[in-house]
Each structure stands twice: as structure tokens, then as C-alpha cells.
């Protein structure tokens, strides 16, 4: 019993070593300038906003609503989570004693009479942990979990995006099908008309050639953005794990999207990027790791008993036994993996802060992307208005032979293009809002939870 104080005592010098620490964020950890020179006082941020007060489409709140309850990627970060609840389980139970039993019963014969005995053994064993190896290990299960629970988060927010960029893909493909159909029967109408034209003797078979040929890059054109909605639906089928169908859906021309770009302060990338959190718990996990492997350098104190019932004769009988094992021969071992863990948390420091600025970086992306946007809407309101003057124009000029049909075929496919690139740009505005929206870390909404969580076995788990 002396020697189980002496070894206990000599365990209390190691209360303030580095082992016990908790985990605090470095502090060459900053998020100073992190959206450059586009860095906002706000309080707010656009992720704090709900995706169904963001996306007011009822047919993207239901496909949102479908993709996280199907989507295969959800499905798989939350049985992550359930393993990690399980892992934190197994590390908690660490700290309580482990039993054994192993009974034995016999029977002996002889002439005169017969005898029966049994044997119950128990055996105990309970690891001390004077070097906070349990703890630590413990701590980094906690880590693991809150890690899982951040990585499916973050598939969350990817594919809260995603499904709305890939849903808004499909109204864009709709709106330049529908201004490439309009302009492919004009041009049938332009090819007629030349054609009658030329019986009078208005203009010649090369203008003929020529607006024909316009028509049928237009026709192709078609074909193209045929395909385009077909790989767009199919890549949506897949985002929703459903299986590739013709999604009901609005037109863009009826979409209004102008929140503001409430951007907020750097540092709320720390509390609302999924990805972000994770790459600081990620960090977590290797400050752990670091003192199990400093743990193991030093010795390992278990108690073990014994006691066994026996039945001939019955009686009970009890041994205990403090074993103190200091690492010798697996010191060299011991002090490698020490180093190996030491050097994967430098790593994970490194990682943490490439991974803040990497979201700085898409913020002032996503931001700028926006603006341009927004920037050209103007621009190309003003250009397809002189566009369709000119084609008006160009019109009456023909009627006095001041100018040729070509003329007006010319006039007629800059405004197509103009308007093609002007549903462009109405996409790449409404994309760049979304960017920006999950670059911030919107997209989370806790009110939908993966079934897996409702499970009674993890209540105690959420708890702490």
C-alpha cells in the first residue's frame, strides 16, 4: 500500500504538465485583412439568414428540402456522426474498472460417493491515469465528434448551393431556349423573305446563302442547349438521388434576388463556416494526439485483483496488485511516434490557417463576382435597346433602298447575342449571390436532422 501512495504522490508532480492542458487557438492565428480590401464593420452576415428565407422559390425550397433528406452524401456524414457518438462512448468507459469472469464447475466420482465443485473467478483491472492518457483520449473523441458533426454541415452547405446553382443552371438554359426558338423562326421568315426577294430581283443568291447558313447555326445552336438541359437535369437527378426527370420549375425572367451583401466581419468565418471550424478541430485532434503520444513516454499505473468463490469448501479469496510499467525498450518507439505527433500538429496549424484564407479569398471572389454583375445589368439593358432600334431602323432603310437586307440580318444576330448574354449575366449575378452565401457559411438549417440523431442511445452524448 506504501508503494501504491509513493507511486500516486509521485503522479501529482505531473498535474501541471502539458498533458492536461485543454486545446486553445494558436495565436499566430489571425483574421485580420482576411477579406483584403473589401473588409467590412458589418454586424450581420448574409449567412445568418435561412435558405428558405433565402431561396423564396417554392420549387427550390421542396428540391432543397428533397436533396437533404435523400442526397447520398448527407446520408453518409450522418452514419460519420453515429460512429463518432459510438467512438465517444468507448473512450468514457475507459475510465471505469474492467471485470472478468470465468467460472469452472467439475464433478468427481467414486465407488462410495461423488463429489461437485465449482470455481468463480473475478478478475478486475483499472488503469490509473496519472498521465491523462484516458482524458486525452477522451478529449480527442469529443474533438472527432464535433469534427463529424461539422463535416456534415458542411456537405450541407455545399449542397444547399449547389442544388440552387444547378436549379438556377436549368431556368437559364430554359430562358436562352426560348430566345433562340423566337430567333430561329424569324430567321425561317428571313430565309422566305429573301427568298421572295430575290424572284424580284431585289437582291441575289449570296444574301440567300448567307441567311440561310445564319439559320442553321441558329437551329444547331438548338441541338446544343438541348444537351445542355439534359446534362443539367441529370446532374440535379443526381444531386437529389432521384432518378433523371423533367424537373417542374419558374422562369428566371420572374426571379428577384437582390438581398444585400452583408459580408460581416472576418472573424464570424470562425463561427459560420462548417469547413472552417473543421479544419480548427481537425487541429484539436492532433493537440490531442501530441500528449497521448507525451503520455506514453512515461509510466502506466494499473490495479488488478482477484477473488474467486470456490465450492469445496466454499470460501472467498482476494488478491490486488498495483503494477507500475515504465517504457524501456519501446522508449526509442515512444519518443519517434512523440516527435511523428508533434510535427502532424504543426501541419494542422498550417492547414487551419491556409483553410481562413482560402474562405477570405472566396468571400472577396464571390463578392466581386456580384458587383460585376450587377455592374453590366445597366450596360446591357442599354445595349440591347440601341440593338433593337437598329434593327427597326435598318428595316426602314430597306424599304427606301438606302439599305440591305444583309444590314438587317446583321442587326438581328448582334441583338440575339445580346440577349443571350444578357440571361449570362442574370445567372453569373444570381450565382455569384449564392456564392456568396455559402462562402460565408449560410446554408444551415438544424431544424432538419439527419434520423440518425433521433436515436435515444446518443441523448446522454449531446448533453455534454
Known amino acids: 500500500m506504501k508503494k501504491i501512495l509513493l507511486i500516486l504522490g509521485i503522479a501529482t508532480l505531473f498535474t501541471s504538465c502539458s498533458i492536461y ?39 427550390l425550397q421542396g428540391y432543397i428540402e428533397q436533396g437533404l433528406k435523400n442526397n447520398i452524401d448527407m446520408q453518409l456524414a450522418a452514419e460519420r456522426v453515429s460512429q463518432a457518438e459510438l467512438a465517444l462512448q468507448s473512450a468514457r468507459l475507459a475510465f471505469i474498472p474492467s471485470f472478468g469472469f470465468e467460472p469452472s464447475a467439475g464433478v468427481s466420482l467414486a465407488p462410495q460417493s461423488s463429489q461437485f465443485s465449482y470455481t468463480l473467478p473475478i478478475k478486475a483491472s483499472w488503469e490509473i491515469d496519472i498521465m ?39 431556368l437559364m438554359i430554359d430562358a436562352k431556349l426560348r430566345i433562340s426558338r423566337s430567333t430561329s423562326a424569324s430567321w425561317k421568315e428571313n430565309v422566305r423573305t429573301m427568298k421572295a426577294m430575290k424572284e424580284a430581283g431585289m437582291t441575289n443568291a449570296a444574301s440567300i446563302s448567307q441567311t440561310e447558313a445564319n439559320s442553321c447555326s441558329i437551329d444547331a445552336s438548338l441541338h446544343d442547349l438541348e444537351y445542355q438541359l439534359v446534362q443539367a ?20 425572367n420572374g426571379v428577384d434576388f437582390k438581398q444585400e451583401l452583408f459580408v460581416g466581419v472576418p472573424a464570424q468565418l470562425l463561427s459560420r463556416r462548417p469547413d472552417v471550424q473543421q479544419a480548427e ?73 491556409h483553410k481562413l484564407l482560402e474562405a477570405g479569398n472566396e468571400v472577396n471572389t464571390a463578392l466581386a463576382q456580384c458587383r460585376s454583375a450587377r455592374s453590366k445589368t445597366d450596360l446591357r439593358i442599354r445595349q440591347i435597346d440601341n440593338l433593337e432600334k437598329a434593327v427597326y431602323s435598318t428595316r426602314q432603310l430597306m424599304s427606301h433602298s438606302e439599305a440591305t437586307y444583309l444590314e438587317v440580318l446583321t442587326a438581328q444576330q448582334s441583338l440575339l447575342s445580346a440577349r443571350l448574354l444578357q440571361v449570362s449575366d442574370r445567372f453569373e449575378g444570381i450565382q455569384g449571390v449564392i456564392n456568396l452565401y455559402r462562402s460565408l457559411g449560410g446554408g444551415v438549417d438544424t431544424s432538419v436532422e439527419p434520423e440518425v440523431e433521433k436515436n435515444p442511445i446518443f441523448k446522454r452524448t449531446r448533453k455534454r
Open 281 to 353: 478541430y481537425n487541429l484539436k485532434l492532433a493537440f490531442y494526439n501530441t500528449n497521448i503520444a507525451h503520455a506514453n513516454l512515461y509510466p502506466s499505473l494499473t490495479i488488478s485483483g482477484d477473488g474467486a468463490l470456490k465450492g469445496t469448501p466454499a470460501s472467498w479469496a482476494f488478491s490486488f496488485l498495483a503494477k507500475l510499467v515504465q517504457p524501456i525498450f519501446n522508449a526509442g518507439s515512444n519518443r519517434a511516434n512523440y516527435k511523428i505527433a508533434q510535427s502532424q500538429q504543426r501541419e494542422a496549424v498550417l492547414n487551419f490557417h
Open 233 to 252: 437535369q441529370n446532374a440535379f437527378a443526381l444531386l437529389l438521388n432521384v432518378t433523371p426527370q423533367d424537373f417542374p420549375r419558374s422562369e428566371l
Open 132 to 170: 491523462a492518457r484516458n482524458i486525452n483520449a477522451k478529449r480527442r473523441a469529443e474533438a472527432s465528434l464535433e469534427y463529424n458533426r461539422l463535416y456534415r454541415r458542411s456537405v450541407q452547405t455545399a449542397l444547399v448551393s449547389a442544388i440552387a446553382n444547378n436549379y438556377y443552371t436549368l
Open 21 to 59: 492542458k485543454k486545446y486553445s487557438r494558436p495565436e499566430e492565428i489571425s483574421t485580420d485583412k482576411l477579406y483584403g480590401n473589401i473588409e467590412k464593420a458589418d454586424t450581420t452576415t448574409m449567412a445568418d439568414i435561412s435558405w428558405r428565407d433565402f431561396f423564396t422559390d417554392k420549387y
